[in-house]
């Protein structure tokens, strides 16, 4: 070691030893964190990737070599990512004593006509809703330049078009067809084409549910599908207070029917409401999935009314391990 470098080490006060290590490798990369997750070569490689889909797909294979968050989750089981929900003032007011007294109420009409034992056959319980799907949902988050102030993906269709599906579950997991609604004064031809054929296709002219819309579902969608599946009567369809689902002329059609039909306790749909508390979530999930590997399979194109049901349905059979 030379005389200047035993004065430089004294003075900034480094190790002897690290100041000949530096000496003798002096193209050596230093860092004073930890190793990188990627490597060189793998962060050039994402860097140059055009197509966001790919690098997406990339980063997700290689980031599943970090293991330290999952088991941080393990060795902490108290805490759990979790998304805030805004409700309004009179959900915020629905109390478990109101809750529990409503389940009480019901279960003493069923017993007041002995009807309570359908609830002992999870394929007798249904909870049907309707769900809303844009043909241009939201983008997902991805990799782009630095600095960039603008990312920008070309929107391959009405961002604010949706459509209202009706969906039905029972308590052991069955699900009738659902029913696409579309707001048309009269359906074309080539969308009805596009709708399965045991699907329910629903028209008004807001594309909303109404009463009329969901009479037809329950009458030509709802019991026929009862009846297919060989489940026994009466049956009891939960559903939320909304006028479309509570009319007179549904009454007696499901009287007629053999199907109890019960509203839910009012604004308090986001806890009682299975079909939203377990099955939309997913099915949300892999309806954007889905969008997104359509516009990858067919980038000049934009998605119509008529793509909306075979996109839709390759996502119930993923999402939902259903065949139809």
């Given at each position: 070691?030379?005389?200047?470098?035993?004065?430089?080490?004294?003075?900034?006060?480094?190790?002897?030893?690290?100041?000949?290590?530096?000496?003798?490798?002096?193209?050596?990369?230093y860092t004073c964190s930890s190793s990188p997750i990627l490597t060189e070569s793998e962060e050039s490689l994402l860097v140059q990737k055009k197509d966001?889909?790919?690098?997406?797909?990339?980063?997700?294979?290689?980031?599943?070599?970090?293991?330290?968050?999952?088991?941080?989750?393990?060795?902490?089981?108290?805490?759990?990512?979790?998304?805030?929900e805004h409700v309004s003032?009179?959900?915020?007011?629905?109390?478990?004593?109101?809750?529990?007294?409503?389940?009480?109420?019901?279960?003493?009409?069923?017993?007041?006509?002995?009807?309570?034992?359908?609830?002992?056959?999870?394929r007798r319980v249904f909870n049907g809703?309707?769900?809303?799907?844009?043909?241009?949902p939201k983008t997902q988050s991805f990799l782009g330049?630095?600095?960039?102030?603008?990312?920008?993906?070309?929107?391959?269709?009405?961002?604010?078009?949706?459509?209202?599906?009706?969906?039905?579950?029972?308590?052991?997991?069955?699900?009738?067809?659902?029913?696409?609604?579309f707001n048309y004064k009269?359906?074309?031809?080539?969308?009805?084409?596009?709708?399965?054929?045991?699907?329910?296709?629903g028209r008004s002219d807001s594309g909303w549910m109404v009463s009329e819309v969901f009479h037809e579902f329950v009458a030509n969608v709802f019991h026929p599908f009862l009846i297919q599946s060989g489940i026994e009567f009466p049956v009891i369809l939960f559903v939320d207070?909304?006028?479309s689902h509570l009319t007179y002329h549904l009454s007696n059609l499901c009287r007629n029917l053999k199907i109890i039909l019960i509203a839910l306790y009012p604004n308090a749909t986001r806890i009682l409401q299975p079909a939203d508390v377990a099955a939309f979530r997913p099915l949300k999930g892999g309806w954007k999935k889905g969008v997104f590997e359509w516009r990858?399979?067919?980038?000049?194109?934009?998605?119509?009314?008529?793509?909306?049901?075979?996109i839709l349905k390759k996502c119930y059979i993923k999402q939902l391990d259903q065949k139809f």
């Open positions: 070691m030379t005389e200047c470098q035993k004065k430089a080490a004294i003075k900034f006060g480094v190790a002897r030893s690290t100041i000949q290590f530096r000496m003798k490798n002096p193209d050596k990369k966001f889909l790919d690098a997406e797909k990339m980063c997700n294979t290689v980031l599943k070599r970090i293991g330290w968050y999952k088991a941080f989750l393990r060795r902490n089981p108290v805490i759990s990512i979790r998304t805030s003032a009179a959900s915020a007011n629905v109390s478990e004593l109101d809750i529990r007294k409503w389940f009480t109420d019901i279960y003493q009409d069923l017993t007041g006509e002995n009807l309570d034992n359908i609830l002992k056959d999870p809703d309707e769900s809303g799907f844009s043909l241009c330049p630095k600095g960039a102030k603008d990312v920008y993906e070309v929107a391959t269709g009405n961002a604010k078009e949706n459509l209202t599906v009706m969906f039905t579950f029972n308590a052991a997991g069955e699900t009738c067809h659902p029913m696409v609604i009269r359906i074309p031809q080539n969308i009805i084409d596009s709708v399965p054929a045991n699907w329910g296709i207070g909304h006028k990858h399979e067919n980038p000049h194109c934009a998605i119509t009314k008529k793509d909306f049901a075979p």
